[in-house]
């Protein structure tokens, strides 16, 4: 008896072993964190303690991009492997907005998932839910990314700023009081609910710049809300909910390959850092929810280690688009940057077609897998993290799967140094980047956002630069090398009409 109950631990531990041949994955993605954001990226005015180890035991790009300079598409892209500039209703979704990847269309997650994994989506969302009517907040809210392969979710439907404030766990709303109905509207105010415009005496927290709808926990937002009192969230808790959400996830499916889809709120606005945080950073708090967001990474790699499983998990840590200060309240971010940069010293922001929109820290970490310490300056698209990890999982692509997402595991991981062969990003208008140029075609938008101080690229005229000799983006050359600018031009109209760039590469 004592002999067969040996024989029967020891094959549990065989198949654990087996189960854990495949890396777990977690991607952490931050929310309008810049360039110049972090301590291993140059800042000096904060420190980023917890991100920084994961350099230094890890690998960080210094030329690494995103899709789009803005959210929804940002994250899109990332899931789909697909330029969101391609399909139309893929820019900033309001917070009721439907569903905008069709649960037919492949996913990151459903990948991993036919690859063995149990897959979570946990914090930001912003990708839409429910039917083309929008969610039903009251009932049962599907499709959503239960549909999209993740076998949980704990999310924030859209974005800390738009209602409704409430999260959502799988398909229904946390805490919900079904006598108390949700009533979302983003076209008119609901009667007898107080604003930020008409009601300014009930804000702790006031706009700048629209943000002036419904008031939640003394901060006014985009859209109009009213009921669901037990269900609202409170800024200050987001990221400890989401944080712990995390870390459960990882402790119930310690024992099989998991994937979290960590979508952190921080440094998104309202910024409401927990009272750990409040005033600690110096810079107000925008540099509060900075610690909170290195804070966050550093306890889901304690989590690792406490269940010994750092060494088999696969770290990618990125930001959605470059940063803004001013995005809508008067938080003091703008008085007290105290002379930090957080675009580094890159130009533009968020929303810009220039460097600072779609140029972001990208970390990753995977002990005994990628040397520790290392920086590599290769030109890689958030785009391809759905065909490389596809590559190390040994999934095939189907045709119509990520359609321009290539596999760059090897320069994920740091074998390799070599640029993608180009690269679209997308900020109104899009840009080409390929070899040391960066091309942007004209535009008619405006060229500087007055509410967010930031220069959005916009010209008229074709722009041009060497970013191997003008990182800045300060001389266009447009003019001086016109061939350069009709090879570019002629290279983005193609891409731009072909519906996949994997199958057939340009």
Known sequence: MKRGFSFIIA????????????PNIIFIYADDLGYGDLSCYGATKIKTPHIDALAKKGLRF?????????????????????????????????GNAALIIPTDRPT?????????????????????????DGPDWNHEIKPGPGELGFNYSYIIPATGDRVPCVFVENHHVVNLDP?????????????????????????????????????????????????????????????????RKAIGFIEKNKAQPFFIYFATHDIHVPRAPNKRFAGKSGLASRGDVILQLDDCAGRICRALDSLHLTENTLIIFSSDNGPVVNDGYEDEAVAKLNGHTPAGILKGGKYSAFEAGTRVPLIVQWPGKILPGKTSAALFSQLDIYASLAALTQQSLAGNEAPDSFNSLDVLLGHSV????????????????????????????????????????????????????????????????????????????????????RLPSL
């Open 418 to 501: 070599k640029d993608r062969v180009y690269a679209v990003e997308h900020a109104g208008v899009l840009s080409l980047l390929k070899d040391k140029w960066k091309y942007i075609e004209p535009g008619n938008g405006e060229a500087y956002d007055t509410n967010t101080d930031i220069q959005l690229g916009n010209s008229p005229q074709p722009q041009l630069y060497d970013l191997n000799k003008d990182l800045r983006e300060q001389t266009n050359l447009a003019a001086k090398y016109p061939g350069i600018v009709k090879s570019m031009a002629a290279w983005l109209e193609k891409i731009k009409h072909q519906p996949a760039t």
């Open 62 to 94: 210094t030329n690494a991009h995103t899709s789009s300079a803005t959210c929804t598409p940002s994250r899109y892209s990332l899931l789909t492997g697909q330029y969101a500039w391609r399909i139309k209703g893929t820019g900033i979704a309001p």
């Open 179 to 243: 006598s108390d109905t949700i009533i979302v509207s983003y076209k008119e105010a609901i009667a007898n609910e107080p604003t930020g415009k008409l009601n300014p005496e009930l804000l702790s927290l006031h706009p700048s710049h629209g943000h002036d709808q419904a008031i939640v926990n003394g901060i006014s937002r985009i859209g109009y809300m009213s009921g669901g009192k037990a269900a609202l969230w409170q800024d200050s808790s987001i990221a400890d909910i989401l944080t």
């Open 11 to 22: 094959l549990l531990y065989v198949l654990l072993a087996a189960a854990q041949q495949k």
């Open 108 to 132: 990151l997650a459903g990948m991993l998932q036919k690859a063995g994994y149990q897959t979570a989506a946990i914090g930001k969302w912003h990708l839409g839910l429910g039917t083309k």
